[in-house]
């Protein structure tokens, strides 16, 4: 074999494991990625809160258990961005919250949306520790059950807000952009 024969087959071998190498690598730094929920959809008419249950701290809970009072069921991913930036803004209006009768049931989407990730509790720990300790606020995971009743669509990012005659008044996503509804229903079902 010709030094040049050899010399293209050589530049030819690592040119293509330079570009097996960059594709591996930009394939292993991919971000999970989902669909977000729609943030301005016409409130439902007359939807009843399904009941159905989710776990946290081990134990199994039914929605059902907070008939009486105002509910968000708000379903993320540990990884979402938008999921992150939602409970930071519950933590800046956190005195706002613990001022009514709102409970807020923060759920990991069932199997995490797809993706691997860390739990609900290590979650909220590193985005917003103090709710963890916040009785308004309850973190868990999903049933399958409640992720296929709440979200079919299996979005990365969704919430319903139930008053307390457990009907839903708002399907939104990304409370850091939608805030306004979340305010807006905890004074249309406070107490006075």
Known sequence: ?????????WS?????????????????????????GPQNTQNPVSKTALNAAFVSNGK???????????????QV?????????????????????????????VLRDYKNGGYPGIGITQFAQQVAPALLHDPH?????DSENLYQLYN??????????????????????????TFEKISDFILETSKP
Not at 60 to 74: D, H, K, Q
Not at 169 to 174: I, K, L, M, P
Request: glycine content about 6%.
């Open 77 to 105: 991913a540990t990884w979402c961005g938008s999921c992150q930036a939602g409970l930071r803004m519950f933590l800046q209006n956190q005195s706002m919250i613990d001022q009514s009768d709102i409970q807020v049931v």
């Open 152 to 177: 079919p669509q299996h979005y990365v990012d969704i919430y319903e807000l139930i008053d307390p005659d457990g009907q839903v008044n708002v399907v939104s996503s990304a409370p850091s952009a």
């Open 60 to 74: 199994t809970i039914n929605l059902s258990a907070y008939r009486g009072r105002p509910v968000m069921v708000w």
């Open 1 to 9: 074999m010709s030094k040049l024969k050899f010399g293209q087959r």
């Open 12 to 36: 030819q071998f690592i040119i293509a494991a330079f570009a097996m190498a960059s594709t591996s690598a930009s394939v292993a730094s991919a971000s999970p990625s989902g669909t977000m």
């Open 137 to 141: 606020f309850i973190f868990g995971d």
